[in-house]
């Protein structure tokens, strides 16, 4: 396993549609663990692999849940070529980050609760209902498979005041 490099607001990469996986190969298992193990360092309860310049529709995600001893038990869960079938009329709102937008956290109101198709690592095909953070955190992650970002559902003022941070910060870095 190896920690990659997570690319960050405004690399013009997380605009990109990714593509779907067509077959599970040890490439996509390796990508995998790779993304557990970035997402775990960075710390990130989930990742779209396009977030390591890789444009294929795969995420990994952790909602890790407590233990009766009240101990966190790691919970890796794979979803690939990942898609909505259904939404919920009802919303909630939550507050939201991105390993791609470091230390910024807003308010978004998304549907409270998805209906969910992916495959799995074993190339399975499955569908499952996400509420709660595990809604929230599968549309965010879906998202970014479309080019999409959590600070597009802000208004403009505070979007072009966060683009207008991170382009300033890379500026930075560059010179
Ligand atoms: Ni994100």
């Known amino acids: 396993m190896a ?11 997380l605009r990109l549609v990714s593509r779907p ?3 599970v190969t040890p490439e996509i298992r390796k990508l995998a663990d790779d993304m557990f193990e970035t997402m775990y360092d960075a710390p990130g309860i989930g990742l779209a692999a396009i977030q390591v310049a890789q444009p294929l529709r795969m995420i990994t995600m952790d909602l890790a849940k407590r233990d009766e001893n009240g101990e966190t038990q790691p919970r890796p869960r794979v979803f690939i070529n990942p898609e909505v079938i259904s939404s919920s009329e009802e919303t909630s709102v939550y ?10 956290y807003e308010e978004v109101e998304r549907p409270a609760r998805v209906r969910v198709r992916f ?3 074993d190339g399975k095909l499955h569908e499952e209902d996400a509420e709660g953070l595990f809604a929230t955190c599968i549309q965010h992650e879906i998202d970014h498979l479309n080019g999409v970002l959590f600070v597009d559902y802000l208004s403009k003022l505070k979007r072009d ?10 500026r930075r870095t560059a010179e």
């Open 95 to 104: 507050e939201e980050g991105c390993l791609s937008i470091p230390e910024y």
């Open 119 to 121: 495959t799995d690592l």
């Open 161 to 170: 005041r966060v683009l207008r941070k991170f382009t300033k910060a890379a």
């Open 3 to 13: 920690i990659r490099e997570i690319i960050i607001l405004p690399d013009k990469q």
């Open 21 to 23: 996986v067509e077959k």
